[in-house]
């Protein structure tokens, strides 16, 4: 029996964690030994992830957090590299990496549900990314972010989009020419994180900011980011006249009716997320 025991298959560990906290879904990155790298298996899982989550009715808001003291240090570096060998250089492997990855970030923007990244450790080029890319995040007050790949002689291109779509144009420019990480405090000085918390208590307050966004009306959440990430996008006219339509289709929906109505009559609302 020992020696079969011996011989059984050492099972792996899961590449991302999930677990339901209520209404709070909460993916984790479970690869602390290679400082939860966005390897290809984690990207398709992650994306894989994001799916179910958005057709899962129970889910109002999702929490991308990490094990480890890191939580993410990019692409796998060695994995992309391990493909050099490949008869084109591995131009067509890295290609449908970053399309991937590329794939992935914007399914969080286009989840239907808020998406609050829980931050500790480092954050580096595709993890800062990954964070830009959520609605909100949390941060670690020992947390530091970087888009470090120009250190490598690789310019962070992809982890450039949603970065510049979140902070200054030469706030961008300053830590995608530098490389330089900068701290938690400073990450929230420049726009790219909400809050700063005591070490351990990230994700804590991770949830606890999902728990504020899940009492509120799904429909309206989903109506309201949708609308955000496209104005975003506009020229002024434009953006008002996206905006004044979706306020208005907002104000046909039975929750908006209930919500003002819970209002004016001081009450809570009853939210049926239509």
């Known amino acids: ?107 969080i923007v286009n989840l239907p549900k808020p998406v609050i990244a829980a931050v500790q450790g480092i954050a580096t080029a595709a993890g800062c990314q990954l964070v830009a890319s959520c609605d ?5 007050d020992d947390a530091r972010f970087a888009t470090s790949g120009i250190d490598n002689g690789l310019f962070c291109s992809t982890p450039m989009v949603a970065l510049s779509r979140n902070v200054s144009r030469k706030q961008a420019m300053e ?10 405090q400073r990450a929230v000085e420049i726009g790219l994180v909400n809050h700063v918390v005591p070490a351990g208590h990230e994700r804590d307050a991770a949830l606890a900011l999902a728990q504020k966004v899940a009492r509120k009306s799904a429909y309206a959440l989903k109506l309201g980011k949708q609308a955000f990430y496209r104005q975003v996008e506009m020229n002024l006219a434009d953006a008002y006249r996206l905006t004044a339509e979706v306020m208005t289709e907002n104000m046909m929906a039975f929750d908006a009716i209930e919500g003002i109505g819970a209002f004016i009559e001081k009450r809570e609302p009853k939210w049926q997320d239509k």
């Open 1 to 107: 029996m020992a020696a079969q025991a011996a011989r059984a298959p050492v099972e792996e560990a899961p590449l991302l964690l999930r677990e339901a906290k209520g209404p709070i879904a909460v993916v984790t990155f479970n690869r602390p030994a290679q400082r939860n790298t966005l390897s290809a298996e984690v990207i398709a899982a992650l994306h894989a992830a994001l799916d179910e989550i958005a057709t899962d009715k129970t889910v109002r808001a999702l929490v991308i957090a990490s094990q480890g003291p890191a939580f993410s240090s990019g692409h796998d570096l060695k994995q992309l590299m391990s493909h050099r060998g490949d008869p084109d250089g591995g131009r067509a492997y890295f290609a449908k990496t970053m399309n991937a990855c590329s794939a992935m970030m914007q399914a």
């Open 136 to 140: 909100m995040a949390v941060a670690s």
């Open 175 to 184: 830590m995608l020419m530098t490389g330089e990480p900068i701290s938690a």
